[in-house]
């Protein structure tokens, strides 16, 4: 006897959608990905792929949103720390899978980059979503110089800039195949050393 499974709500499908999603588009890229490739990897026919997102390109910026929130959710958890030395390790930890491009996040930053020069409404999601992230990575840097943890004489706004061009990089050299795989880790510890007091 076959068991069945048991049938997905509409928001149960959605975040499934959206966690194979995600999972395809890091591994490949915006452009070679379909909707077809995507529907079969989760299972279920295009149809139902459009009924929970308009085009490719909803679901992409969807994907972007969402690996967004699944890592500011742990930074949140970092700022409402008030020990110094928990705060930075569990800071280093979650920006370091970011910035060594292991992340689907920073995948999907190299990807949008390459799409923007044609895509005129990527170009401006990424605008958007980067000032967002520029802003939030500010607000840490500045909750972490509160704390005793980042050197008080940094400015929060060049540094969180520096730290999305690091994490893009860290993608590209990652897609590249180990760019920086001899220097990355002297990289990150010569950003640890200019940011901690």
Same mark, same amino acid.
């Given at each position: 006897?076959?068991?069945?499974?048991?049938?997905?709500?509409a928001g149960e499908r959605r975040l499934r959608l959206l966690e194979v999603?995600?999972?395809?588009f890091a591994g490949g890229s915006y452009r070679g990905t379909t909707t077809?490739?995507?529907?079969?990897?989760?299972?279920?026919?295009?149809?139902?792929?459009?009924?929970?997102?308009?085009?490719?390109?909803?679901?992409?910026?969807?994907?972007?949103?969402?690996?967004?929130?699944?890592?500011?959710?742990?930074?949140? #958890?970092?700022? =409402?720390?008030?020990?110094?030395? *928990?705060?930075?390790?569990?800071? &280093? @930890?979650? +920006?370091? !899978?970011?910035?060594?491009?292991?992340?689907?996040?920073?995948?999907?930053?190299?990807? #949008?980059?390459? =799409?923007?020069?044609?895509?005129? *409404?990527?170009?401006?999601?990424? &605008? @958007?979503? +980067?000032? !967002?992230?520029?802003?939030?990575?500010?607000?840490?840097?500045?909750?972490?110089?509160?704390?005793?943890?980042?050197?008080?004489?940094?400015?929060p706004e060049v540094e969180a800039w520096s730290m999305i061009g690091g994490?893009?990089?860290?993608?590209?050299?990652?897609?590249?195949?180990?760019?920086?795989?001899?220097?990355?880790?002297?990289?990150?510890?010569?950003?640890?050393?200019?940011?901690?007091?």
């Amino acid at each position: 006897m076959t068991q069945t499974r048991p049938k997905l709500s509409a928001g149960e499908r959605r975040l499934r959608l959206l966690e194979v999603a995600s999972r395809v588009f890091a591994g490949g890229s915006y452009r070679g990905t379909t909707t077809a490739e995507i529907a079969r990897a989760v299972g279920c026919s295009e149809p139902i792929l459009y009924r929970h997102f308009q085009s490719k390109r909803e679901l992409y910026f969807a994907c972007v949103d969402g690996a967004w929130d699944e890592l500011r959710s742990k930074l949140d #958890a970092v700022m =409402e720390t008030q020990d110094p030395a *928990e705060a930075l390790a569990r800071a &280093r @930890r979650d +920006l370091d !899978a970011l910035g060594r491009g292991k992340t689907a996040l920073a995948q999907f930053w190299v990807q #949008a980059m390459t =799409e923007a020069s044609e895509d005129p *409404e990527i170009r401006r999601f990424m &605008r @958007r979503h +980067l000032k !967002a992230v520029h802003a939030y990575l500010a607000r840490l840097i500045a909750q972490g110089q509160a704390l005793g943890i980042v050197h008080p004489e940094r400015d929060p706004e060049v540094e969180a800039w520096s730290m999305i061009g690091g994490i893009t990089f860290g993608a590209m050299s990652e897609r590249l195949g180990g760019l920086l795989d001899g220097v990355a880790p002297r990289i990150r510890e010569q950003r640890r050393a200019w940011l901690t007091p």
